[in-house]
């Protein structure tokens, strides 16, 4: 095994003895590797793209050096910023593209390591969160002058609220597993606030939300972190592509904020931490008050609860549907899921007034 990955790391740099070849990090999607080699403290990270989650390589790779090479040049012009660890840098293969196509039809792609740096897995505490809210408000701050339309969308309607609830409906009446009768209490949460959570699309479509560069998957493990704990760099961006700023900040509010859970079956456990919220926000809105305009702001709040909603439809939907999208450890896994996005919907609904308050206080402190 050692020597076939060896051979995939030497299409990018060849002739360089390989000292070793780890797994790396926790991923589920791609395969990584820690690649170190002898005579220097540079290593490398050696990645196959899952092509069956991501079917265009090719397309994703120019997505992700559009966005790496428009942040190099800014960190370049900042002072205290380093592009080699404020930004990843992905190697080209020797025939010049950006990845690698081996003869089993798989993709491969090489980066710099950046260390040291660690990253968390959970929020903790206040100071945590403000530093994820500026990474990638950050992050969304230095990119909104790339043009975010020109992307590729890797993830067709990844987001879109209409779609999802379109299948939602479509899975609902088709009933395939009969499982319709165990989810009635899910099927009302939905059907209650659809109109609602088809705010962003209704606005997008009126043209008042702009296209931005998006993230689209904001955890606060994909914001690498010094030695302080202060943000260096965001990763993980196979899922950069056109979108809406509320995409990010909603998606790490449910990730970030959330007191149990993902799938807590004691939704006792489940609340949207407020003093969390207000970190993140914080930190968020320090970065981007003035590239943001006053209506992306307004709806700030409300794309926390229709980005949790999003994912508690999609655990329903694939419920119905027999569970053949997300993984499962028991047959009712995808309802445990449901029920639990769903207390976090609740819980910010209660406490949606403070957000609200939250996010204008924000704004006026970074203005």
Known sequence: MMKELQEKFNQF???????????????????????????????????????????????????????????????????????DINTLTFLPAKDGNMYYKDESGDYWRVMLEIN?????????????????????????????????????????????????????????EKDPKDRVTLAQEQIAFVKERTEEMLTLVRLSKEGVLPIRVTHNDTKI???????????????????????????????????S????????????????????????????????ADILTETEIKYLPLSAKIMTFIIGLRFITDYIDGDNYFKTKHEHHNLQRAKAQFKLVESMEVQFEEMKKIVADATVLTV
């Open 13 to 83: 740099i060849a002739d360089i003895p390989v000292k070793s070849i780890h797994p790396f990090g926790s991923g589920h999607i791609n395969d990584t590797y820690l690649i170190e080699v002898e005579g220097t403290t540079q290593n490398y990270i050696l990645q196959r793209v899952n092509h069956h989650i991501f079917p265009n390589v090719p397309e994703l790779m120019n997505n992700i050096v559009a966005v790496t090479k428009h942040l190099r040049k800014k960190y370049e012009q900042m002072p205290h910023k380093n592009p």
């Open 221 to 255: 493990n994909n914001i690498l972190l010094d030695e302080n704990d202060q943000g260096l760099c965001v990763i993980d961006l196979d899922t950069v592509m056109p979108g809406l700023v509320h995409y990010d900040f909603g998606d790490s509010i449910r990730t």
């Open 257 to 288: 904020t959330n007191t149990g859970a993902e799938d807590d079956a004691n939704l006792d456990n489940v609340e949207m931490d407020i003093n969390l919220f207000k970190a993140y926000t914080e930190g968020f809105l320090q970065e981007t």
């Open 116 to 172: 040291p740096a660690k990253t968390y897995d959970q929020v903790e505490e206040p100071k945590q969160a403000f530093q994820a809210g500026v990474g990638f408000g950050g992050f969304q701050s230095l990119l909104s002058d790339l043009d975010g339309s020109k992307l590729y969308e890797i993830i067709p309607n990844f987001h879109n609220m209409e779609t999802r609830l379109q299948t939602f409906l479509d899975t609902v």
